[in-house]
Nanobody, 117 residues
Framework: QVQLVESGGDLVQPGGSLRLSCAAS????????MGWYRQTPGKQRELVAT???????NYADSVKGRFTISRDSAKNTVYLQMNSLKPEDTAVYYC???????????WGQGTQVTVSS
């Protein structure tokens, strides 16, 4: 059974930082592209960042230079370091794992990030 368990969401002031974690189980971690997406009420889920098993990263323009995605293969965990947070970063953040070669796509349950003073 595949499980993606996110943690680290919280209420933070503008300009602050948070680190999200996503622990994966039930998958061969090295075979999956890992990513973070976010969603606000009434809007479609949007890409935040992805990382391949080889470490190649991709970021949404809105987070470039502020967010950093990384992965730890020993822990089957992907991280999202978020700095210089803005109110518009407020959303539910979802972890995603997508197989590099076959149609297999999994989602976590989401973690709430709120940026507000």
């Amino acid at each position: 059974q595949v499980q993606l368990v996110e943690s680290g969401g919280d209420l933070v002031q503008p300009g602050g930082s948070l680190r999200l974690s996503c622990a994966a189980s039930g998958i061969i971690f090295s075979m999956y592209v890992m990513g973070w997406y976010r969603q606000t009420p009434g809007k479609q889920r949007e890409l935040v960042a992805t990382i391949t098993s080889g470490g190649k990263t991709n970021y949404a323009d809105s987070v470039k230079g502020r967010f950093t995605i990384s992965r730890d293969s020993a822990k089957n965990t992907v991280y999202l370091q978020m700095n210089s947070l803005k109110p518009e970063d407020t959303a539910v953040y979802y972890c995603n794992s997508r197989h590099a070669r076959v149609p297999a796509d999994y989602w976590g349950q989401g973690t709430q990030v709120t940026v507000s003073s």
